[in-house]
């Protein structure tokens, strides 16, 4: 079955240090992968996505994300973390007709 | 541009009892869908329509009912509420590309608690 696993329920990160935050995947054949973003009470914003060629892909609100054939992931990363950065971040990816989403990551930035 | 609506924001329902999610969007997007979100189970798929007259189950579909008689509205029936159905639940629309690399707007949520 086709899948995204983010192995960290609770990241935290001071204000101004790097942030990654994990996703792995499972997918046949070239994937399609996203990292969405969630702040309190809101619907799900997109991030941005990876279709093809270059592995780094660069986002809104300063995000990037590297995907990495060999290891089979596509963690999202940031180089300086704000504290307005604080929120639940989901990564996804396509089959078929539809998107399925990893279990999110919860991150923190500490002032 | 208002994007996607749901209604309501809230509700309570108690066991047994039935009502409708609504979801609209003004984006002219073929493509609409419903997730549920729940604690350390991410976003898991309901239905989804690829146009109008067409609809499809997802990943949890037991429960739920859906229509698609307009490009614009896609609304869920809860046919006999259970506990188990207290959830936020989300709608979300895109166009429908070949690619599969489609990106989802989503609705504001609606909160149900069944008690």
């Known amino acids: 079955a086709q899948s995204v696993a983010q192995p960290e329920d609770q990241v935290n990160v001071a204000e101004g240090n790097p942030l990654t935050v994990k996703c792995t995947y499972s997918v046949s054949g070239n994937p399609y992968l996203f990292w969405y973003v969630q702040y309190p009470n809101r619907g799900l914003q997109f991030l941005l996505k990876y279709i093809t060629g270059d592995n780094l892909v660069k986002g809104s609100y300063g995000f990037e994300a590297e995907f990495n054939k060999s290891q089979t992931s596509f963690h999202l990363k940031k180089p300086s973390a704000l504290v307005s950065d604080s929120a639940l971040y989901f990564c996804a990816g396509t089959g078929a007709n539809n998107l399925f989403f990893g279990t999110g990551t919860r991150l923190t930035v500490i002032p | 541009n208002a994007g996607v609506t749901q209604t309501p924001k809230f509700q309570v329902l108690k066991t047994g009892q039935s009502m409708t999610l609504q979801c609209a969007q003004d984006?002219?997007?073929?493509?609409m869908s419903w997730y549920r979100q729940d604690p350390g189970m991410g976003l898991r798929l309901i239905h989804y329509?690829?146009?109008?007259?067409?609809?499809d189950q997802g990943e949890v579909p037991n429960g739920y009912n859906v229509s698609r008689s307009t490009t614009e509205d896609f609304p869920l029936r809860l046919l006999s509420a259970a506990p188990s159905q207290t959830s936020v639940y989300f709608c979300?629309?895109?166009?429908?590309?070949?690619?599969?690399?489609?990106?989802?707007?989503f609705g504001a949520g609606s909160r149900l608690t069944v008690l």
């Open positions: 329509s690829v146009g109008a007259g067409i609809t």
């Open positions: 979300a629309s895109s166009y429908m590309g070949s690619s599969g690399a489609n990106v989802l707007t």
């Open positions: 984006m002219n997007h073929e493509y």
